[in-house]
């Protein structure tokens, strides 16, 4: 087994064969999902704390979720609504939930960075479920799963990401992870909600999506983040859902077996038309909800395995006995 | 007191020159070049290193009044004098800002705290608003050598007009922060590849030469004399190369931050790169650095910006911006000239003779008659930098732990021995 990170920060710090490990897992995992009991035991006695900054419904739902059913404590801390309304800055927060010891802490927070800021300062795993507009870890990671179940495969296919690029996390993780597997990606938007630079990544860029649909195997939506924007970027939600809207016409240019994804909560009828959405020989967006627990028990699994590995290495070193 | 300095690599700004010499100095002024030593007097032999004119440098940050647990005037004037700097060109962004005589008064008093020499700049705006101009004349009279509203750029381009042609009138130096807020409101980064990646708000590189494009024409309009502190990107220096083609009174600076690193740096969210500007892609370094080799750039400064732990130690969006910087321009810049892009003569005249030209001092000299304000450095000693012995209260620099070419040996002002390492 190739995953040996301490943390999960962002898809740019894992390898390619660190990504198979996770995806083989977390097939395990969708398994169990699917019996009647779902109990597992392999984060039994550590302690998970889901730390949201930033107000989350299913990300948080689908954290605390993994965690139970791997056997973890799990604890939900509302930050937004306490100490950091008292003054209290990040990283106290941090060193106060540390001096918990909890073995897992998932992070959540609306600035590029923090977590990787938090991530400093606490002896525990940290797992980023999204910073900013930085990165989306895991959210890139069920997204692969919920395509390579679908297509058989991650590698080869042409991927169009499309919608609000600019103020998207989950489009960065979803650009790195598709790159490092070895896809073509290309990259839909109004120029308004294309970020700078962006094409030296190594993708396609486009502004209509007619011909940036041409051929894709995958579609994937991006909720239009107007909690992000200050204003200004489309000139009404009608223009945008005529121009960068999926509907079955626009679907036509991809392949006749191409899939539609969307990471939710989605506006139907400002990115995605809802009878697209519910369509279950195209949609697979209920897939990604489900394939999204399988994917966090296997990072909190792996992650877990690497704790406890430099644990028990640390308490071997300060008994002064060496490994064999 | 007569000192006579021998077999010192003399850095003359003025002239152009770097020769092994000599210099002699009594009382508070240069007396001599390259004439034996008088009698009496107390031969230092520089031993091969650099003498040049004391830094003078526009546009430093003390936390008084406001916040004075992060730069003093006396913590400020002991890391100028281990820097090299001889003259720090004060800026009026303090809490409250220096915008009336009194508060003026109060600081040049304060003031008397440092070892090295401090010259005012004030407010040109009360409350550093942008709309009202403060007391320009009064203020002149109390002593402030420019006027300007640092990093506050006013949208009030009436109000502004009126201030740049009421301090035309007075003679009064104005120095603005050339940017288009509209277009840079809430960005810290520059967007491009680098800040799409990490996912931090960003701004174009255009902001600042729009904000120049309105700053000159102002100056077209009101005949002001006007100095631009920071030009920090390619697209503004064409700009700026017609502003002085054309015969405006315009000058330009750059802080060494923007000489010396890039966006790059900035890596996994170091706070302690954020700046105001942020820092640029490296063809804007290298261009930037380029104008300042042909002149068209005037002056280096640090933008010394104490903040303490806690404003830099938050998510990079949230950090406060600027870097402590007194004690780090010489060696910093130093990389410049180590690296073949500049001389040390033409690093002087930006470092030293420009800033003090434009601001009607007499220092920046290595000239008889010019007052006896010197630093002594061996440009090639190696070090590595530890922000722990800065002399700085704040520790904020973006060079810990970085490999430094260039040690400060001692600084003299007026004379006197202020600094020895």
């Known amino acids: 087994m190739s995953f040996r990170a301490r943390h999960l920060l962002g898809i740019e710090h894992l390898s390619p064969s660190d990504i198979t490990t996770i995806l083989d897992l977390a097939d395990k995992y969708v398994d169990l999902n699917r019996?009647?009991?779902?109990?597992?035991?392999?984060?039994?006695?550590?302690?998970?704390?889901?730390?949201?900054?930033?107000?989350?419904?299913?990300?948080?739902?689908?954290?605390?979720?993994?965690?139970?059913?791997?056997g973890a404590d799990v604890m939900n801390m509302a930050v937004g609504a306490s100490s950091v309304k008292k003054g209290e800055t990040l990283i106290d927060t941090a060193l106060t939930l540390n001096a918990m010891h909890p073995d897992l802490l998932v992070v959540r927070h609306p600035s590029s960075g923090a977590v990787n800021l938090l991530a400093d300062k606490v002896n525990c795993a940290v797992l980023n479920a999204g910073d900013g507009r930085h990165e989306h870890p895991t959210q890139a990671l069920l997204d692969a799963l919920t395509i390579r179940r679908a297509k058989g495969r991650i590698q080869r296919l042409t991927v169009a990401i499309c919608g609000d690029i600019a103020h998207s996390r989950v489009a960065r993780s979803n650009l790195i992870l598709l790159n490092?597997?070895?896809?073509?990606?290309?990259?839909?938007?109004?120029?308004?909600?294309?970020?700078?630079?962006?094409?030296?990544?190594?993708?396609?860029?486009?502004?209509?999506?007619?011909?940036?649909?041409?051929?894709?195997?995958?579609?994937?939506?991006?909720?239009?983040?107007?909690?992000?924007?200050?204003?200004?970027?489309?000139?009404?939600?009608?223009?945008?859902?005529?121009?960068?809207?999926?509907?079955?016409?626009?679907?036509?240019?991809?392949?006749?077996?191409?899939?539609?994804?969307?990471?939710?909560?989605?506006?139907?009828?400002?990115?995605?038309?809802?009878?697209?959405?519910?369509?279950?020989?195209?949609?697979?967006?209920?897939?990604?909800?489900?394939?999204?627990?399988?994917?966090?028990?296997?990072?909190?699994?792996?992650l877990a395995r690497n704790l406890r590995a430099q644990r028990g290495a640390a308490a071997l070193a300060a008994a002064g006995g060496v490994m064999v | 007191m007569t000192l006579h300095f021998s077999n010192a690599r003399l850095i003359n700004p003025e002239a152009g020159t770097d020769d092994v010499g000599s210099l002699t100095i009594v009382g508070g002024s240069i007396t001599a070049l390259n004439a034996p030593a008088p009698e009496g007097a107390t031969v230092i032999d520089c031993g091969g290193d650099c003498l040049a004119p004391g830094i003078v440098d526009w546009g430093v940050k003390i936390g008084e009044p406001g916040e004075r647990h992060k730069e003093s005037f006396r913590s400020a004037g002991l890391a100028a004098a281990a820097g090299g700097v001889t003259t720090m060109i004060v800026r009026p962004d303090t809490s409250p800002a220096i915008d009336t005589p009194e508060a003026l008064e109060f600081v040049t008093r304060r003031a008397a705290e440092s070892v090295v020499r401090i010259r005012h700049m004030a407010a040109l705006t009360k409350g550093r608003a942008g709309h009202e101009m403060t007391e320009i004349g009064f203020l002149l009279d109390a002593g402030a050598v420019a006027f300007t509203d640092v990093f506050n750029v006013s949208n009030d381009t009436k109000a502004l007009s009126r201030a740049l042609v009421y301090a035309r009138a007075m003679g009064a130096l104005v120095v603005g922060h050339p940017q288009e807020m509209g277009l840079s409101s809430g960005a810290s980064a520059t967007s491009g590849k680098f800040a799409s990646l990490r996912g931090i708000p960003a701004v174009s590189n255009m902001a600042e030469r729009i904000g120049l494009d309105r700053d000159i024409g102002l100056v077209e309009m009101t005949g002001a004399r006007y100095h631009a502190d920071q030009i920090t990107t390619a697209r503004a220096l064409p700009a700026l190369a017609r502003a002085k083609a054309n015969g405006f009174d315009v000058t330009a600076g750059v802080s060494i931050h923007h000489l010396t690193l890039n966006e790059i740096d900035v890596g996994d969210y170091r706070t302690f790169f954020k700046f105001t500007p942020p820092l640029r892609s490296e063809e804007d370094r290298l261009a930037v650095v380029q104008a300042l080799a042909d002149g068209l750039i005037d002056v280096v400064g640090s933008f010394h910006?104490?903040?303490?732990?806690?404003?830099?130690?938050?998510?990079?969006?949230?950090?406060?911006?600027?870097?402590?910087?007194?004690?780090?321009?010489?060696?910093?810049?130093?990389?410049?000239?180590?690296?073949?892009?500049?001389?040390?003569?033409?690093?002087?005249?930006?470092?030293?003779?420009?800033?003090?030209?434009?601001?009607?001092?007499?220092?920046?000299?290595?000239?008889?008659?010019?007052?006896?304000?010197?630093?002594?450095?061996?440009?090639?000693?190696?070090y590595i930098l530890d922000r722990a012995t800065l002399a700085s209260k704040s520790k904020n620099t973006p060079f810990d732990g970085c490999r430094m070419e260039g040690k400060v040996k001692a600084t003299y002002v007026a004379g006197a021995l202020v600094f020895k390492g």
């Not at chain 1, 035991?41 to 139970?68: C, H, P, W, Y």
């Not at chain 1, 016409?249 to 009828?269: C, Q, T, Y």
Request: glycine share 8%; charged share 25%.
């Open chain 1, 180 to 302: 490092k597997m070895e896809n073509r990606i290309r990259l839909i938007a109004p120029p308004t909600l294309m970020p700078a630079g962006v094409g030296d990544f190594g993708c396609e860029l486009f502004d209509d999506m007619r011909p940036g649909l041409e051929g894709a195997d995958v579609v994937m939506m991006l909720r239009l983040q107007r909690e992000r924007m200050d204003g200004g970027f489309i000139p009404s939600e009608r223009e945008y859902y005529h121009r960068f809207g999926l509907d079955a016409e626009k679907l036509s240019h991809a392949k006749p077996d191409a899939i539609v994804m969307h990471p939710g909560p989605m506006n139907r009828g400002v990115e995605l038309d809802g009878e697209l959405a519910d369509d279950i020989n195209r949609s697979v967006i209920q897939e990604q909800v489900e394939m999204g627990v399988a994917v966090r028990m296997a990072c909190m699994d792996l």
């Open chain 2, 305 to 382: 910006t104490p903040a303490d732990e806690e404003s830099k130690r938050l998510p990079f969006e949230d950090a406060a911006a600027g870097a402590v910087g007194l004690q780090t321009l010489l060696p910093a810049a130093l990389r410049l000239y180590h690296a073949g892009h500049i001389s040390l003569p033409a690093l002087w005249r930006a470092l030293a003779l420009n800033p003090a030209n434009r601001l009607g001092l007499p220092q920046g000299r290595l000239g008889v008659g010019a007052p006896a304000d010197l630093v002594r450095f061996d440009p090639d000693a190696p």
């Open chain 1, 35 to 70: 019996r009647t009991v779902k109990q597992s035991d392999v984060l039994a006695g550590l302690t998970q704390i889901n730390m949201f900054f930033e107000n989350s419904t299913r990300t948080q739902a689908s954290f605390e979720l993994a965690g139970k059913r791997l």
